[in-house]
C-alpha cells in the first residue's frame, strides 16, 4: 500500500517512519523538498504534495490547520482515495492556542468538503504530540486517548 503523507513535520515524520519501519512504501508530499529542514528524511521519498498523491492509496494530512485547505487543495482531485485528517484545527486567539473550527461543523467535514468523493477519516492527535510515548511509538494516527470518524459506511 502506498501512502502519501502531506506534511513533515512532528506528526508527519514520526508516522511515516513508523510506517517505513513496519515495510509501507511511505512518500511525504512537501511544499518544498529541497528545505534543508527536511534533510532527515529519505531523498527519495520526498517530492511535491501533488506528485506525491499521484499512485497513493493512502492520503494523510498532517499540515498545521492554517495550511489544510490550500494543501489539500493542491493535491488535485482525491476522488476514491482513503483520507487521513491528523490535524487539530486550532489557531492563535488572543488568549493563546484555541480551536477555530469545531463548533457548527467539524475539520474532518471541512476536509471532505475540500476533497469532494474522497474516503475522509478523521483522527485527533493529542496536543501533548510527540511526548506521550504510547503515541510516539504508535504507527498510527491514533490512540486509545483519539476517537476516529469518518464519511465511509
Do not use: Y
Not at 116 to 137: K, L, Q
Amino acid at each position: 500500500m502506498r501512502i502519501a503523507i502531506i506534511g513533515a513535520g512532528s506528526v508527519g515524520a514520526t508516522l511515516g517512519r513508523a510506517w517505513i519501519e513496519r515495510g509501507e512504501d511511505v512518500i511525504w508530499g512537501l511544499r518544498n523538498p529541497a528545505d534543508p529542514k527536511h534533510a532527515a528524511l529519505p531523498k527519495d521519498r520526498v517530492k511535491a504534495p501533488a506528485e506525491a498523491v499521484k499512485g497513493a492509496d493512502v492520503v494523510v494530512i498532517a499540515t498545521p490547520w492554517s495550511a489544510a485547505e490550500a494543501a489539500v487543495k493542491s493535491l488535485g482531485s482525491l476522488a476514491g482515495k482513503t483520507v487521513i485528517d491528523c490535524m487539530n484545527p486550532l489557531g492563535m486567539g488572543p488568549d493563546g492556542l484555541q480551536l477555530v473550527l469545531g463548533f457548527n461543523t467539524s475539520a474532518g467535514e471541512q476536509v471532505a468538503h475540500w476533497a469532494p468523493g474522497a474516503f475522509v477519516s478523521t483522527r485527533r492527535v493529542p496536543a501533548t504530540w510527540p511526548r506521550r510515548p504510547t503515541i510516539r511509538s504508535s504507527p498510527s494516527c491514533w490512540s486509545p486517548a483519539t476517537m476516529p470518524a469518518g464519511n465511509r459506511e
